[in-house]
Nanobody, 125 residues
Framework: QVHLEESGGGLVQAGGSLRLSCVVS????????MGWFRQAPGKEREFVAT????????IYSDSVKGRFTASRDNARNTVFLQMNSLKPEDTAVYYC??????????????????WGQGTQVTVSS
């Protein structure tokens, strides 16, 4: 089972930036595609971004494209989400997860990890 631990959330004003981190347990990190997801109050969890095993390929939701950037450090078993130009509608609990491919991450199917606590991002207007 894959264990995931997110961090880096906080309270920021609109237009500000945050960098989220997700540390993944185990030795197989470099074999996983990784993804970021978020869940706002009263809404379902939604896809935000995914990054391939090598980091060469990324896919973003339309709502964050051009503002968020996913990256990874396979030597540190860590995936990052750089969030710039934050908007109040980005307020949510952010989660990471692993999967067999970026397509699976995008479809939110076949994910490897249990959903953890996530990290809260609050953007004030």
């Amino acid at each position: 089972q894959v264990h995931l631990e997110e961090s880096g959330g906080g309270l920021v004003q609109a237009g500000g930036s945050l960098r989220l981190s997700c540390v993944v347990s185990g030795r197989a990190f470099s074999w996983y595609a990784m993804g970021w997801f978020r869940q706002a109050p009263g809404k379902e969890r939604e896809f935000v971004a995914t990054i391939s095993r090598t980091g060469f390929s990324t896919i973003y939701s339309d709502s964050v494209k051009g503002r968020f950037t996913a990256s990874r450090d396979n030597a540190r078993n860590t995936v990052f989400l750089q969030m710039n130009s934050l908007k109040p509608e980005d307020t949510a609990v952010y989660y990471c997860n692993a999967g067999p491919s970026t397509e699976a991450i995008l479809a939110m199917t076949g994910l490897y990890g249990d959903w953890g606590q996530g990290t809260q991002v609050t953007v004030s207007s």
